[in-house]
């Protein structure tokens, strides 16, 4: 069904029990980079430099040492479940996940870490929504990643999943340089965005 608004723009109305991922993948003319979580369609705002600066920056660094097992991909959706296909900024894969160029999105899985950029728009999603999804679903390790201060550094929160908890615990924060064992060893000056 199709509600009409005052500007003639035509949009989906959600099914009485929210849509699915299969609804995410089959509903046309849907803005890119749509997420669905909970059964509901999230529509991304436009973003600012910062935001692409750091995924770039941290796409880079993460590729960088990447083992042979392992993939990087930016901004795919990553089905947690039925009702949830959030879009991490950056997600780090199993190799055997990646299936070609017409692929959609990636299995949780088969996700090893799953990077948010903090966005103004979508801060409280970024902080709270996802990582909790992320934690339920399994996903072992997680990255935060927010402008530190004005001169647009990052500052990136690294937590990996608690064995007995299911929750994710800080294991570090980081603002001129990370440099971490886990999931793989990975070494990224967070000072090179100036260089972007």
């Not at 879009?87 to 160029?101: L, N, Q, T, Y």
């Amino acid at each position: 069904m199709i509600a009409e608004s005052t500007e003639q723009s035509r949009w989906p109305m959600p099914p009485m029990d929210g849509y699915t991922v299969d609804d995410l993948f089959a509903l046309p003319d849907l803005p890119p980079h749509t997420e669905l979580i909970d059964g509901s369609l999230v529509f991304v705002s436009p973003q600012r430099c910062f935001h692409f600066a750091a995924i770039d920056l941290l796409v880079s660094g993460l590729r960088r040492t990447l083992p042979p097992d392992l993939k990087v991909a930016r901004e795919m959706t990553v089905v947690l479940d039925r009702r949830n296909g959030p879009e991490p900024d950056i997600s780090v894969v199993k190799a055997g996940a990646r299936k070609g160029p017409l692929q959609t999105h990636f299995e949780a899985k088969d996700v090893v870490l799953a990077v948010e950029v903090v966005s103004p728009e979508s801060e409280s999603r970024d902080r709270f929504t996802k990582p909790h999804k992320y934690a339920a679903a399994g996903i072992r390790h997680f990255w935060l990643v927010e402008m530190a201060n004005s001169d647009g550094h990052p500052a990136v929160q690294v937590h990996e999943l608690g064995e007995t908890t299911g929750t994710y615990a800080l294991t570090g924060i980081y603002h001129d340089h990370i440099k971490v064992d886990v999931p793989y060893p990975i070494d990224i000056d967070l000072t090179a965005i100036d260089e972007l």
